[in-house]
């Protein structure tokens, strides 16, 4: 994976740390999905796919206070699965470079998907959102 390792030397140990932190915090989620036989791409894709009510719910009413925790509950569903991915991974050994890419695919597509709907709904400026893109 050190094609895809985009940390400094001085970065990489507290990556490495905080990858074993966030491998325990989410044990036991990982069990059920190794359970349950889903793999850490499903779960990568599965992320991506909480954006899509997360974009619907902020198209339909930017400003209604319902909507907004709805969509942020999306949201953070979709931070979490990107989290559990990698964790999963590395529980079943399949950690290599081909998951590694479709985890950074989906990571910044979730980024660009998620800036171009807050700028939709108006909730972030279009012009800003564009060059965090960018």
Known sequence: MADFNYFTEHEQPLQASFKRWRDRWFGGMVAVLIKLGISP??????????????????????????????ALVFLALHITLDGLDGALARRLGQDGPGGTLVDMVCDHGGMVIVSLQLALAGLANGAVAGLYIA
Do not use: R
């Open 41 to 70: 791409n499903t779960v990568s894709a599965l992320g991506v796919l909480c954006l899509v009510p997360f974009g619907l719910l902020l198209a339909l009413a930017p400003s209604t206070p319902a909507f907004i925790t709805a």
